[in-house]
């Protein structure tokens, strides 16, 4: 007696997310306003997953201030003329003597 036992599978492919998604399910954790489980379950994604990417979002949030002082940092010719004189004031350039 030969009998086949077919066993069917119900796991679940794994989901890919993009990077806005994440972004905005871990920014909901960061408010603070729901819990994680409550998150999780908005969103249809694990609450041990939301942790990870509230972590995640916090931990490379500082690298976006490091090293900058404005939009141009490091770009900027300091060696000419300003870009404009102060109030009721024309800039003249005098010749150097030959």
Known sequence: MNMRVHIMSDTKTRQVHSAGFKAKVALEA???TKTL???GQEYGVHPVQVSHWKKALLEKASELFEGKRGPWAG???LTGPPARAPM???I???PAPV
């Open 88 to 90: 009721g004031r024309t």
């Open 37 to 39: 489980n409550e998150i």
């Open 92 to 94: 003249i350039p005098i």
């Open 30 to 32: 960061v408010r603070e």
């Open 75 to 77: 770009q900027r010719d």
